[in-house]
């Protein structure tokens, strides 16, 4: 049976689920030691994309999983449980997934980190992913003010020429009202 119209559907956000091979409190103490939660051969790499980042102003935190999740949500969800705890911004990799999670940097610059990220290679993902969070962004502000400015140079201008119209046909009415015009609008030449 279909629900009617009359009929009410509550609709819930579907709860942050982690991974089930994860073990939250251990990733959690390994991110709180070094900023880093992986496998022993990619610590010291990913340890230097941390550092690299700290240089730059920004609290990365880096989580590595061996296993595929079963869904790609979940480790944007696994990123966001770390971020909520730790702060910052926090990347989780995993074979063929990447998730992401930041209290500072907008969604739309992590999810294009996100796409620089899908290498095979923890420590070149991570690298990819700051390169892109690093990159300078549009300069919204100028571009603004520079739109506002030509937006008013257009509207001055428009005005001035319907001032300048206005003026010319109000002088053509008053010498017309005075017989100064001819038929055609011509101002006779002994009257210039």
Do not use: C
């Amino acid at each position: 049976m279909s629900p009617s119209p009359s009929d009410h559907i509550l609709s819930m956000p579907a709860p942050a689920e982690v991974p089930t091979f994860v073990d939250l409190s251990s990733t959690l103490a390994d991110v709180a030691d070094d900023g880093v939660a992986a496998p022993g051969k990619d610590v010291a790499g990913l340890e230097g994309v941390v550092a690299r980042a700290s240089e730059h102003g920004i609290d990365l935190s880096i989580v590595v999983v061996d296993a595929p999740a079963p869904l790609d949500s979940q480790l944007r969800d696994l990123a966001t449980s770390v971020g909520a705890t730790d702060g910052g911004t926090v990347l989780v990799l995993g074979p063929g997934q990447v998730g992401t999670f930041s209290d500072s940097i907008d969604r739309v610059t992590l999810e294009a980190g996100q796409d620089q990220a899908y290498t095979g290679d923890p420590v070149a993902s991570a690298n990819n992913f700051l390169d892109v969070v690093l990159e300078p962004g549009t300069p919204w502000t100028a571009l603004t003010v520079a739109l506002v400015l030509v937006v008013a140079a257009v509207l001055s201008g428009t005005w001035w020429a319907n001032a300048r119209r206005y003026d010319a046909a109000r002088v053509t009415a008053d010498r017309r009202a005075r017989g100064q015009v001819t038929d055609g609008g011509a101002i006779p030449a002994d009257d210039l």
